[in-house]
């Protein structure tokens, strides 16, 4: 009995089944209404989920409002929560990203205390990650990075060697499917499974 690829498996052995708790990219259209935010969200705790993080911006139509979320949890949890959340009154469409292709990113601002000599090393670690330079006073350096998660992880971590963190601005998941496919027209091209 084992996870195979953070999935679930099954045993001939065993007549349960062992599923390993998977990162989620979850993306909403939502009616851009007051509290429509808050009933979402509010359906994640009443359910004991920690939302990792959370992405809310507007779409070209104004009553409608894209939220991309990150979440924890084993696929049958996860399509089980989304089913309920595809109830909400508010909820235009939603999508399960990880479930297909798809590209996801995050935009990072850090901000370093540097010391003697830390401002070459910072413009070193920016050039290595392509990064754009916003400040680069002697003292103190401010760096914007967009990238995949692991790179932005990987990004601040190496900044952190170089001076000190003081500040550090993440702005959460962002995601799209690959392909023809859209958010408004998923549910037409694949069932609602999470």
């Known amino acids: 009995m084992r996870a195979i690829g953070g999935r679930c498996s099954f045993s001939r052995f065993?007549?349960?089944?062992?599923?390993?708790?998977?990162?989620h990219a979850i993306s909403v259209l939502l009616q851009n209404e007051v509290g429509a935010l808050t009933r979402m969200t509010g359906m994640?705790?009443?359910?004991?989920?920690?939302?990792?993080?959370?992405?809310?911006a507007p779409t070209n139509d104004l009553a409608v409002s894209r939220v991309t979320l990150v979440v924890t949890g084993s696929d049958a949890a996860i399509a089980q929560l989304n089913a309920?959340?595809?109830?909400?009154?508010d909820v235009v469409n939603i999508h399960d990203m990880t479930l297909g292709d798809h590209f996801e990113r995050e935009l990072a601002i850090i901000k370093l205390k540097l010391g003697a000599g830390g401002l070459a090393r910072a413009m070193t670690l920016a050039k290595k990650f392509s990064a754009e330079v916003l400040d680069d006073d002697q003292f103190s350096c401010t760096l914007q990075l967009t990238g995949r998660i692991a790179e932005i992880d990987e990004f601040v971590n190496d900044a952190?060697?170089?001076?000190?963190?003081?500040?550090?601005a993440r702005s959460g998941s962002v995601a799209v499917s690959k392909g023809e496919v859209t958010l408004s027209s998923y549910d037409r091209y694949h069932r609602l499974s999470g």
């Open 14 to 23: 065993y007549l349960y089944e062992v599923c390993e708790a998977m990162r």
């Open 44 to 56: 994640f705790s009443s359910r004991g989920y920690n939302i990792e993080s959370l992405n809310v």
């Open 84 to 89: 309920q959340l595809a109830k909400l009154v």
């Open 160 to 168: 952190a060697d170089i001076g000190e963190l003081s500040a550090v």
